[in-house]
């Protein structure tokens, strides 16, 4: 399918979901970024203080066990040396009141011995039942001014904590040993005379450490200087693996690199796998007294599983927000289309004619509501356009009707036929431009035998002109019936149209009496156009009479009458102006040379002439719409001979 | 049909061009009505470029003459030339309108 195919509500989802998608992955990728940033500073700070609070609290108990020890030492220290009882009894009180100290011992020089020249190292150290027994480790068999713990402080002149060492067969426990060398004052010289030692267990440390709350899965490791495991949750590892044995066997040099930081005495905070090859953040920390470094391991998953809980809560939320966008987009889409629907099948059958059809009801504004609002008012405005066409149409076609009515009427006023003479033959012809015109002519015969003929043009066309026609003709024949010369006629019809004419409608009339006997014509012209007379030799020419005013509009305009001959074979041809005005395409006059043309030269009946005029107007104007009406009359004078008299 | 108009004096000068038949005789007589509520009763109409007239030209030639004649004013043609020449004389118009030959005569006839 493709995407214009699709519809609003789909191309709505698609889009909206798609870029709110985008939103919400771009806002999930940002947070996440700057979460497990957080996390790792947090899980940082966090390690940085559980490490610093342990090594403090490890370093103030060895303080605590140093200072027991330098008050020994003070006491072995006094001007006065002490006796061999004195002695004893102040390195069993020594150990019976220092809880942390399991053994303690003074190692002489035996320069400096309570037994003169003689080694002498008396050992207190509590029994498993808690008892303080004594011990002597000035025998043969242990060489003691031999021994490290000996020989360091005494080279060193300094303290010394021994690297952790499993006592085997004292208590079984990990121990350390404190060593302080003592002096005496000679004369003024400061002279080595022997080691006191504190043999202290370090398993309270384990304990300690082993107490520290490091989430579900993190723990605390001890490490000697060397990178000896003092205390570990792997008992199996303590003072029998160090980390760089571990670091070997596992294969990591994060490890590695951690056992040469304690070495060195640093602190850090490293990334890596830890010794069960699991990711995981790692804190150490040396212990200053001793030098031993404590570490704090944390697997990084785990410390970022409520980060990553946070993330997936994000996750759901976003998804429930994308769900929540699609319902309101579809209900949206919804509350549009439906109308758009219910309006397209209105407008359908609106388009299929039925105009009453019942537009939906619009709930909502804005666009669609505009809409709606449209389509309902262009359906008002077809049904009113409609009803009105219809109107329009069935005033029209009574208008027309009327005007058919009127148009035969029109042709019933116009002589159904003319007079029939054996001397005189006469034809007439009527076209109107429209329905009805304002041409008109007549011919009849008069009491005397006499031949009475009118032409005429109203001016303008149409139905004023019509009901003037009307008039003239009325007038026309009534004059004729009274038996009135022909300017008698034109001044009554004259008179009678001047009454009342404020549309100032005129009409051109030229009218005549002719002597069938004779040939012998008598015209009187009001404004009408020159007839033409078609002599029997075949030449035609104008009948130039004397203008006469239109009838119609000056009342006291009086006619007067003019005589003219027609010869045996002679005819004479009453037009009006729309023959003369004819116009073609190019806007051409058809004009008077071109109907005297057609006319020369003819020998034709009375019917043959107006037929003549008839296409050669036709043929000049062409597809030139009739502008005016067109009418004829033509009179041709036998003679008398077919009537007897010659 | 087209019609050009100029002030002289309080003669009205308007110069007829073109045809003058039922189609556009209604613009002569919409021109003339405009010409008689602005109050100018006195024209002179000169013919000298008008091609043609019909008897629909000459009604509104006649409706204007008689207003004018009721209005007190006064109306003279010029310049007839060829068809509408020989129109108004067939029809007998010349009788009914003073008719001068240029429009500095028709000028001085109006007085």
């Known amino acids: ?646 | 049909m087209n019609i050009e108009s100029r002030q002289s004096g309080n003669v009205v000068v308007a110069t007829l061009k073109g045809r003058m038949d039922a189609v556009t005789a209604p613009e002569f007589d919409s021109w003339f009505s405009v010409r008689m509520q602005a109050g100018e009763h006195r024209l002179v109409l000169d013919m000298a470029e008008l091609d043609y007239i019909s008897s629909a030209g000459l009604r509104s030639l006649l409706a204007a003459a008689k207003q004018i004649k009721a209005a007190a004013g006064a109306v003279v043609l010029c310049g007839l030339a060829g068809t509408v020449a020989e129109v108004f004389k067939m029809s007998g118009f010349t009788a009914i309108f003073t008719v001068v030959a240029t429009p500095e005569e028709a000028l001085s006839a109006m007085g």
């Open chain 1, 1 to 646: 399918m493709r995407w214009a195919d699709l519809g609003l509500t789909a191309r709505l989802i698609v889009t909206l979901s798609l870029s709110g998608g985008l939103i919400f992955a771009v806002v999930f990728s940002v947070n996440d970024f700057f979460t497990s940033g957080m996390v790792e500073q947090q899980v940082m700070a966090h390690s940085r203080d559980v490490v610093m609070s342990a090594v403090s609290n490890i370093d103030q108990q060895l303080r605590g066990v140093a200072r027991d020890e330098a008050v020994l030492v003070a006491k072995l220290e006094t001007a006065t040396p002490l006796s061999a009882a004195e002695l004893k009894k102040l390195l069993k009180d020594h150990v019976s009141v220092n809880d942390e100290v399991f053994g303690a011992t003074a190692a002489f020089e035996p320069a400096y011995s309570p037994h003169r020249q003689r080694r002498y190292a008396p050992y207190y150290f509590k029994r498993l039942d808690g008892e303080i027994a004594p011990a002597d480790l000035a025998v043969a068999s242990y060489n003691y001014p031999a021994q490290p713990w000996y020989t360091t402080p005494k080279e060193l002149h300094a303290p010394v904590w021994s690297e952790p060492y499993f006592d085997d067969g004292g208590g079984n426990v990990v121990m350390t040993t404190y060593a302080v060398p003592f002096y005496r004052n000679e004369n003024g010289v400061r002279r080595f005379a022997g080691v006191a030692t504190s043999d202290v267990s370090v398993e309270w440390l384990g304990k300690q450490i082993s107490s520290l709350k490091l989430h579900r899965n993190g723990y605390a490791a001890l490490f000697s200087r060397k990178g000896v495991y003092l205390s570990h949750p792997d008992r199996s590892l303590v003072m029998k693996e160090s980390i760089f044995s571990v670091a070997e066997r596992v294969g990591s040099p994060v490890l590695r690199e951690i056992g040469l930081a304690i070495a060195r005495q640093e602190t850090g905070f490293v990334k890596g796998k830890n010794i069960y090859g699991r990711e995981s953040w790692i804190y150490y920390a040396p212990v200053p007294t001793t030098g031993w470094s404590l570490a704090v391991v944390f697997p990084a998953d785990e410390m970022r599983a409520d980060a990553a809980k946070a993330s997936r809560m994000i996750v759901l939320l976003c998804a429930f927000g994308i769900v929540l966008l699609v319902l309101s987009i579809v209900l949206v889409a919804r509350s549009m289309t439906r109308p758009l629907a219910e309006m397209t099948l209105a407008v359908q059958r609106i388009a299929g004619g039925d105009l009453d059809s019942v537009m939906p009801p619009v709930r909502i504004g804005g666009e669609v509501g505009a809409l709606a609002r449209s389509v309902t008012h262009m359906q008002r405005d077809l049904k009113e356009h409609i009803r009105e066409l219809t109107e329009t149409t069935a005033a029209k076609e009574r208008m027309a009707g009327e005007l058919a009515i009127a148009h035969d009427m029109q042709m019933s006023i116009l002589p159904h036929s003319l007079p029939v003479l054996p001397s005189i033959e006469t034809a007439g012809l009527c076209i109107p431009a429209r329905e009805v015109g304002g041409d008109f002519y007549d011919a009849g015969l008069q009491a005397d035998g006499r031949l009475f003929f009118v032409i005429g043009d109203v001016s303008g066309k149409g139905v004023p002109a019509a009901l003037y026609m009307a008039m003239a003709t009325t007038l026309a024949r009534s004059g004729a019936r009274d038996g009135c010369s022909p300017e008698e006629v034109l001044d009554r019809i004259n008179r009678e149209l001047c009454q009342g004419n404020d549309a100032c409608m005129f009409a051109t009339i030229l009218c005549g009496l002719m002597d069938p006997a004779t040939g012998a014509v008598h015209l009187a012209n009001a404004g009408h156009t020159p007839p033409v007379i078609l002599r029997a030799d075949g030449s035609a020419e104008l009948v130039r009479l004397a203008p006469g005013m239109v009838a119609g509009y000056l009342e006291e305009v009086v006619y007067t009458g003019e005589e003219l001959q027609l010869l045996p074979g002679d005819a004479v041809l009453l037009y009006t102006d729309g023959v003369t005005e004819a116009m073609n395409a190019d806007g051409e006059l058809f004009g008077e040379q071109r109907l005297l043309a057609a006319l020369s030269g003819r020998d034709t009946e009375a019917p043959g002439l107006a037929a003549l005029v008839q296409e050669a107007v036709t043929d000049f104007a062409r597809e030139a719409p009739q502008a005016d009406d067109i009418t004829m009359l033509a009179i041709r004078y036998r003679g008398n001979s077919v009537s007897g008299r010659g």
